[in-house]
Every structure is written in C-alpha cells, then in structure tokens.
C-alpha cells in the first residue's frame, strides 16, 4: 500500500487517496472525541460504528487525528483502537495541531482541526456529534471555541446535531450569523440543542435560521455558495433521533448542575468541554453517552448522503 505525500507530515490512506482522486464520496470524522468526549471502550466502539454507516451509505470515511507527529487523514482499524485507548492524547485545534506535527506529539482533532485538516486533503464534508461554541457566561471568561472562526473561514460541510447543549447557544447563533456560517436545520423548523431535539431559550423552542429536508437539497446549496464564491463553512444541524432524545426541560437542571462543577473545581480553558461531558456522564449515569453515540452516528449517516448528492452533482 502507497500513501501519496500532501506535505512532509500527512499520510493519507489509500483508500481515501483513490476515492478523492475518482470523485466518489469521503466523509471526514473528528477524533477529539475518541480522545476526550467519550470513555473507552464506549469510544472505540462509536468511532468503528461510524465508519459502518458511512461505507454503507457509499461514502468512504476519514477519521483524523495525530498519531506520534503524522497528520493522519483516514485511520486503520489499529490505529483508530490505538488511539481510543492512548493515555495524555492532546486536544488539537487551529492554535496548536502543528505543535503536535513538529514534537511528535499524539493528539485528538477538534471540529476546528478535523475542518482545517479535511480541507488540505480536498474533503468537502464532515461529521461531528456537536460544535463547539460560546460558552455560558463568555462575557466574563471570553471562552468561545475556535470552531467558530474556522467555519468562517474553511469551506467544509459540517453535520452535527447542533451546538452542544452545555453552551450559550443564541449566543452561538449569533456569532455564526456574524461570520457568515449558514446554520441550516436538517427536517425541522426549529434547532436542535445536541442531546435534544428542541432548542429552547426563554421558554420558547429556537427558531432554525434555514432549514432544509434534503441531502441533494443541501448538495445544491452549496454548489450556489461555490458557484459565487462565498469561502466558508456551513453548518448543518441535525436533530438527534427521537428514540434517542433528552427533551431539553430535563438537560437544562443537569448541565447547570455540570457548570456548577466545573466553577467549583477551577476548570478553564480547553478543559471545560471535555470536563462538562465527563461530568453530564456521571450525573446522567450514562444515558448522555448513549444520546451522544446515537447522535453522532445520525450525523454521519447525513454526511455520507450529503457527501453522495455532492458526487452526484460533480
Ligand atoms: N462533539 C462531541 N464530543 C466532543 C466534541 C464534540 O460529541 O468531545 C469536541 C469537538 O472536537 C469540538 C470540541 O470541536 O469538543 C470543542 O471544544 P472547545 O469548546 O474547547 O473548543
Ligand atoms: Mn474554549
């Protein structure tokens, strides 16, 4: 097996080497995840699960991460067990994946990253489970996530299910409309809050600022922002299953009682998602993770049909 050189730290797997160069689909997927957002062997299992549903949408699919100071686009079943059990993985964005490049460091791609990463390697679209955000009370901690900036700027499809219910999410809406970042709705009018359905803010579900019912419809959407030359990322909010929801008037008492946590213990910086997700585990005693891993295998299922309508249109 080959693997073609992008630049002097990027291995990309052959087989999504041969799918890019023909065309067909690929499907990039996020590893911060496998590293921080979820405990093994529950991550483990979600990141196989992932890359199934993607094959057998008909895409091909990419996980990305940093393994001993490789840029790695589309893991081997090995590798992607290595890094689900890896202790002291870094957690990657914009700011300090090549840090991770030039001290053969071993690192989980954030959104921002995996975005950064899967467009260098000509990948159009990618899944998720939510996005990083504002956080709650981010006008006095400044904590916005540099997920933010990059689908500002990188020109990727991301399918989450919104952005996670732990964080300021108008707020999150607005700094998206700032930067341009369509927000659209897959199927609903109104947006989804990660392990709910329903965005609700003052009482009151959350408008979708767009909504589309369509992996083709999304396909021709962007192919009209390529054809004027809008750069820039679009996000697509997916709603979690309903077999698989946590109506947000249930969430809403456990994630205050997380960020009561997080006050209290100090944590800051690129510790509070991973710490809130660890702690929503705990409190919810794991039926956050089983919400979570169905979410993310929604998103990837939409992203391969997306990633399929994009082809098609080629
Ligand atoms: N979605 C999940 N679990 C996660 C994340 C997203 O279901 O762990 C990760 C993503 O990698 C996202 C990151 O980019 O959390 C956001 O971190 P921060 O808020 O520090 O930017
Ligand atoms: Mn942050």
């Known amino acids: 097996m080959t693997t073609r050189a992008l630049n002097p730290f990027t291995d990309i797997a052959p087989e999504v080497q041969e799918a890019l160069d023909a065309g067909r689909p690929v499907v990039a997927l996020e590893s911060t995840i496998i590293t921080h957002g979820m405990p093994y062997p529950d991550n483990s299992r979600m990141a196989a699960d992932v890359e199934a549903i993607i094959i057998a949408e008909g895409a091909v699919p990419a996980t990305i991460a940093i393994v001993d100071g490789r840029l790695k686009i589309g893991l081997s079943a090995e590798e992607?067990?290595?890094?689900?059990?890896?202790?002291?993985?870094?957690?990657?964005?914009?700011?300090?994946?090549?840090?991770?490049?030039?001290?053969?460091?071993t690192g989980g791609t954030t959104v921002a990253a995996t975005m950064l990463a899967a467009h260098l390697a000509g990948i159009k679209v990618f899944a998720t489970g939510g996005i990083g955000g504002v956080h709650k009370g981010a006008e006095q901690s400044f904590d916005i996530s540099a997920d933010l900036?990059?689908?500002?700027?990188?020109?990727?499809?991301?399918?989450?299910?919104?952005?996670?219910?732990?964080?300021?999410?108008?707020?999150?809406?607005?700094?998206?409309?700032t930067k341009g970042v369509p927000v659209v709705v897959h199927g609903s009018d109104v947006l989804p809050a990660f392990w709910s359905r329903e965005a609700i803010f003052n009482g009151a579900p959350l408008k979708a600022p767009l909504r589309l019912d369509t992996a083709e419809a999304i396909a021709k959407f962007q192919a009209a922002r390529d054809a004027i030359g809008v750069v820039g990322g679009m996000l697509i909010a997916n709603p979690i299953p309903e077999t698989s929801e946590i109506p947000a008037g249930i969430m809403s008492g456990y994630i205050s009682e997380a960020i009561t946590r997080?006050?209290?213990?100090?944590?800051?910086?690129?510790?509070?998602?991973?710490?809130?997700?660890?702690?929503?585990?705990?409190?919810?005693?794991?039926?956050?993770?089983?919400?979570?891993?169905?979410?993310?295998?929604?998103?990837a299922r939409l992203a391969a049909k997306i990633a399929v309508a994009l082809s098609a249109l080629r």
Not at 87 to 95: H, I, P, V
């Open 80 to 105: 992607r067990e290595a890094l689900a059990q890896v202790k002291g993985a870094m957690k990657l964005s914009r700011a300090d994946l090549a840090f991770a490049l030039a001290e053969g460091r």
């Open 149 to 177: 900036e990059e689908l500002g700027r990188t020109p990727v499809i991301v399918v989450s299910a919104g952005a996670k219910a732990i964080l300021d999410i108008e707020k999150t809406l607005e700094v998206l409309e």
């Open 262 to 299: 997080a006050t209290k213990n100090g944590v800051t910086g690129k510790a509070v998602t991973p710490y809130l997700l660890a702690e929503m585990l705990d409190i919810t005693k794991g039926t956050s993770l089983k919400a979570n891993i169905a979410l993310v295998e929604n998103n």
